[in-house]
């Protein structure tokens, strides 16, 4: 995507990543999951933030044009923990550009969880090419919810 910098996220990046995060999952996690859990996980003074930033098994990136954060990404060694684009910046390739990059970074093995009834994701995840391969548990703030595994066929 053309003027588009993926980066390292610093801590001075919090404030926005967690913007992004919560507006990110209050649209898609709409009915799904309480709307409290969503802001709460999202809060920029969480600790979980500053742990993902320091752990050296995790990247943890940030993609901006002229300065300004549109989309995150967590990686987790080969497994993509959360990609999450600001909704005013949907539709312009931003996610997936973020989601190749992370490919090239984590290999052929890269992996992701996507909430069961995201449907909007789960169209974005097969349309890059990567399919579903099963049913998992994923946990969001504490409590279980039903999720399905992607993965690229190659």
Not at 25 to 43: C, F, Q
Not at 51 to 68: H, I, K, P, Q
């Amino acid at each position: 995507m053309s003027g588009l910098t993926i980066r390292a996220a610093t801590l001075a990046d919090i404030p926005r990543v967690a913007e992004i995060y919560c507006a990110a999952r209050l649209l898609a996690y709409d009915g799904l999951v309480p709307e409290e859990d969503l802001i709460a996980s999202a809060a920029p003074d969480r600790p979980k933030w500053r742990e993902l930033l320091e752990d050296e098994g995790v990247t943890f990136l940030v993609g901006e044009r002229d300065g300004d954060i549109l989309v995150m990404a967590i990686l987790e060694g080969a497994k993509l923990e959360s990609l999450h684009v600001d909704p005013a910046a949907h539709g312009g390739g931003i996610g997936k550009a973020l989601l190749a990059h992370c490919r090239a970074l984590a290999g052929p093995s890269m992996e992701l969880y996507c909430l069961a009834g995201n449907d909007r994701a789960i169209g974005f995840y097969e349309k890059a090419g990567m399919r579903q391969m099963g049913a998992v548990d994923q946990t969001i703030y504490g409590t279980r919810y039903d999720a399905l595994r992607f993965a690229y066929d190659d």
